[in-house]
């Protein structure tokens, strides 16, 4: 089954300690994305990825680093997370150009 | 002005009506459109896209106006699983691709 994988589902952290949300698709898509989601602001795009080793910052990368050194993977790193990161985070990744054609379940970050 | 703007509703309608709602986007170098649905805390899901010369799929149909700056999607035939969120998305491409969400219009479909 074609799917966009996010690990974990639900987390709960505290101010500052590092953490990494994986992503992992089983399509071959060469693009793939990352998104918060807030309640009023709709979907922001934080990192994208057009292909390995080639990652691009999107509207709101502060506070986040990503990385992709295989096609399928797309982790998304919080070096030293803060609670205004706390949201909703969306991966997501397609075949053409840019284009979200498939998001993963999502991630529920909350910060203390 | 939010780049991207649609009306957040909610659209409350009955059953087997017809629906429709734009989204405005203010950057004239857009290029691609697309509407996305989005079930209550789940993921989003393409909807479809919408081409210059306007793009019909079942039920749905979706419209671009480049001069007025604005897509539409309309639904038919209103089911009661088409309640959702939907979600335009305006794309534009220059040195550096920029992709904007809107924030969303809230359909309720009430049987």
């Known amino acids: 089954e074609a799917q966009v994988t996010q690990n974990p589902r639900y987390l709960i952290t505290v101010t500052g300690k590092k953490l990494t949300v994986t992503c992992s698709q089983n399509?071959?898509?060469?693009?793939m994305s990352w998104y918060r989601q807030d309640p009023g602001l709709g979907l922001r795009q934080i990192y994208y990825s057009m292909n390995v080793e080639v990652t691009d910052k999107g509207d709101v990368p502060e506070g986040y680093k990503v990385s992709r050194k295989e096609k399928r993977n797309f982790p998304l790193i919080l070096e030293s997370p803060s609670p205004n990161q706390t949201s909703l985070y969306f991966c997501?990744?397609?075949?053409?150009?840019?284009?979200?054609?498939?998001f993963g379940q999502g991630t529920r970050l909350t910060v203390v | 002005r939010k780049e991207v703007e649609q009306d957040p509703g909610p659209f409350n309608v009955p059953e087997g009506a017809t629906v429709a709602f734009n989204c405005t986007y203010s950057?004239?170098?857009?290029?691609?459109f697309f509407w996305y649905r989005q079930d209550c805390r789940k993921e989003p899901k393409l909807l479809m896209s919408?081409?210059?010369s306007g793009n019909e799929d079942g039920r749905f149909t979706a419209q671009l106006n480049r001069a007025s700056q604005y897509i539409s999607l309309l639904i038919r035939d209103s089911k009661l699983s088409d309640s959702a969120t939907y979600l335009c998305v305006v794309k534009a491409y220059s040195s550096a691709s920029k992709i904007i969400f809107g924030s969303g219009t809230r359909l309720s479909i009430r049987p």
């Open positions: 950057n004239s170098a857009s290029q691609s």
């Open positions: 919408v081409y210059s």
């Open positions: 997501a990744s397609g075949t053409d150009k840019n284009t979200e054609a498939f």
């Open positions: 399509m071959n898509h060469e693009y």
